[in-house]
């Protein structure tokens, strides 16, 4: 096992691998930029080494400082988390020029899968379905023809996108153009590229992925699959796990697919096989591969009590998986909950510094978090603030102990998404496991229910009854918190 490991990130994700770095006896070290001094990845680690200025493409997408900082302190091993230079083949291919061990699938997987063109091509070859496209990048003067072929509505995407960018959705041919073009110029901003490909889109389609893990001896196994649809620009917003959606025998089916692609392509350590489930939940399509450990990974860990990020550090360390595929269970049902720097309503961003913070807890609830009191929200990175992860007997218990643990959430000094979370799990699509991805837009098309000065009015009334009948001399500050919260989710 390394004896110590640099963690090329930040955030909530860097202090998630500090944890585990330490339960393992690992010495844990980490980058950061100006902006970060202060950072709690920063207060956790044992050795913290400062890499360029705030902008990412001065500090945490610099190749030539991450290497530097792993000499620096002499690391065994580099962690890149999710983000940044998780997926960035030539980075890979810079750390395997070293003697240092990059925690991840090798540089020539990560080139492969993270061109989507190139990866529907895999994905065919090992009998996995994919949405009818083109099958290749197209040219602006090929796009009509295409567009023709495939019918509307379709989706332009980046073949080396990723995140949910350089993708744009076309109804009819009068768009076509302007999206291309949008499309073009997001992707060549954020990866470089400006390949595109045509895609058809599934109406009321599900975002469903599944978890798989491989080591270097030929083993692979699945660890079962997340539902992703609660998304906004194409980012997730809430996942769960298992899919409430999927018989067995499509579950079995989908597993077996992202096992034989994870086989069929060498691969090695965590990754996620993305699908669209059709809206009549009886067919899949390969959709890509993320070569890297997800955001959402905390709810696998929380039904099956697999620990990730330990199991990633020991496939690239060389062991064997300590487990076959029959060994691992799925207990119960477990849901996350993204927590963002946003606006409820319009999802535009928001900005400020933490004045007060109560994280929830209790027997099943767990927050992956880089928050604390005096936490700027800083205009460089992605937007992602904490994590909300909940595990229940069942989806009911799941989606209830959310619900209570998120009246317990309190963030002060930066508005937050959580009233739309709340929201999101009082919707009817979504309780009786219906929705599809497009539930967000929909919700945030309706009104939220009574606002202004009648939703001021109930909270006021309600809130003194609620301390009438408590019989509280005077209500402290999380009672009363609590109180509006929950009338708030009930009138909503």
């Known amino acids: 096992m390394f004896s110590k490991v640099l963690i090329a990130n930040r955030g ?23 902006a970060d001094s202060k950072a709690l990845h920063v207060k956790m680690a044992d050795e913290a080494v400062e890499i360029g200025p705030p902008a990412p493409r001065d500090s945490y997408l610099k190749t ?18 999710y983000g940044f230079l998780s997926e960035n083949p030539a980075f890979v291919a810079a750390v395997e020029k070293t003697d240092i061990t990059f925690i991840g699938p090798s540089a020539k997987v990560i080139e492969q899968m993270g061109d989507k063109v190139a990866a529907r091509r895999l994905a065919q070859e090992h009998d996995v379905p994919v949405i009818p496209g083109t099958e290749g ?65 599934l109406l009321d389609a599900s975002h469903v992925e599944v978890q798989v893990l491989a080591d270097q001896h030929g083993n692979a196994v699945h660890l079962f699959e997340r539902d992703c649809s609660v998304q906004r620009r194409n980012q997730k917003v809430i996942e769960e796990t298992p899919c409430p959606k999927i018989t067995p025998e499509i ?17 090695s350590n965590a990754g996620t096989v993305e699908f669209l489930l059709d809206q009549d939940h009886e067919h899949f399509y390969f959709l890509e591969m993320n ?39 799925l207990r119960g049902a477990a849901i996350e909950a993204r927590i963002y720097p946003e606006d409820p309503e ?29 936490y700027e929200v800083l205009p460089y990175y992605e937007p992602l603030m904490a994590k909300l992860i909940v595990h229940g007997k069942d989806r009911d218990a799941a ?5 209570k643990a998120l009246d317990d959430y309190v963030i002060e000094g930066v508005v937050t998404n959580i009233p739309l979370v709340s929201r999101v799990l009082a919707n009817r699509r979504f309780a009786r496991g219906t929705y599809a991805t497009g539930l967000l837009d929909e919700m945030l098309a ?19 009854m609620s301390h009438g009948e408590a019989g509280d001399a005077v209500p402290t500050k999380w009672k009363m918190h609590g109180r509006r919260a929950a009338v708030v989710n009930r009138l909503v």
């Open 137 to 201: 990048v197209i040219d602006d003067s090929e796009a009509e023809a295409a567009a023709e072929e495939i019918g509307y509505p379709l989706m332009v995407k980046a073949a080396d996108g990723g995140g949910g960018m350089g993708i744009r959705v076309v109804a009819d041919p009068s768009e076509l153009a302007d999206a291309i073009a949008g499309a073009r110029s997001q992707a060549e901003s954020a990866f470089g590229s400006s390949r595109m490909y045509l895609e058809r889109r």
């Open 64 to 81: 030539e400082a991450i290497l530097k900082a792993a000499a620096k302190v002499k690391a065994d091993a580099i962690h890149p988390g």
């Open 446 to 464: 309706q009104p939220a229910g009574a606002t202004g000065k009648e939703l001021v009015a109930a909270i006021a009334l309600a809130m003194a």
């Open 12 to 34: 909530e994700i860097a202090c998630r691998i500090i944890r585990t770095c330490h339960a393992l006896g690992i010495k844990a070290a980490v980058v950061y930029s100006e």
């Open 251 to 267: 579950r079995e089916e989908m597993t077996a697919a992202a096992v034989r692609l994870t086989r069929g392509v060498g691969y």
């Open 399 to 403: 989606i209830e102990r959310l619900g």
């Open 291 to 329: 070569t890297r450990l997800q955001v959402e990974h905390p709810i696998t860990e929380m039904v099956t009590g697999v620990d990730l990020v330990e199991l990633q550090l020991r496939i690239a360390a060389g062991e064997e998986l300590p487990f076959g595929q029959d060994e691992i269970q």
């Open 346 to 374: 319009s999802l535009l961003p928001t900005a400020g510094r933490v004045k007060t913070l109560h994280e929830p807890s209790g027997y099943d609830v767990r927050v992956d978090s880089a928050l604390y009191r005096g």
